[in-house]
Structure formats: structure tokens, C-alpha cells
């Protein structure tokens, strides 16, 4: 007669909170996505229409026309990363 061997009587114990599962990676992302629309990307139009409507004065020295420039290029560019 063949001899099988017992089973353990070990308990797997999982943690809810070390699971990532497909759907709440998926909530993770939608989360971030609307804060993004609902406030990043708000933000940082307002802080380029900002940036041009002093680019726009004429009173600016070239120093100064070259930085905001140089900040409307940055935010351009953060707000494509955030779309």
C-alpha cells in the first residue's frame, strides 16, 4: 500500500493590501487622470496665459522676455507629458 504524506496544516495568510489587481491599478489610473483634467492641466494653462500676457508688454527688458520664455517652453512641455 502506497504511504502518502499528510497535508500541512500551515495557513496561507494573504494581505489585501499587497495585492494589486488588474482593476485597482486600473481605479489607480483613472484617479490620476482626473485629477490631472480637473486640476493639473487648468493650472498650468492659467500659468501660461499668464506668461504670455506679460510676454506681451513691451516695457520688458530681453532678459526677462528670454526667461518666461524660456518658462513658457516648461509648462508646454509638462502640460503634453500630462495629457
Do not use: A, G
Request: charged share 50%; aromatic share 4%; glycine share 0%.
Amino acid at each position: 500500500m502506497p504511504s502518502f504524506k499528510p497535508k500541512s496544516s500551515k495557513k496561507i495568510i494573504v494581505s489585501q493590501k499587497n495585492i494589486t489587481t488588474l482593476d485597482s491599478k486600473h481605479k489607480e489610473f483613472i484617479k490620476k487622470f482626473e485629477k490631472d483634467d480637473t486640476i493639473e492641466i487648468p493650472k498650468l494653462k492659467k500659468n501660461k496665459k499668464d506668461i504670455i500676457n506679460k510676454l506681451k508688454k513691451k516695457n520688458l527688458k530681453i532678459e526677462k522676455k528670454i526667461k518666461l520664455k524660456d518658462k513658457l517652453k516648461k509648462k508646454k512641455n509638462s502640460k503634453k507629458k500630462k495629457k
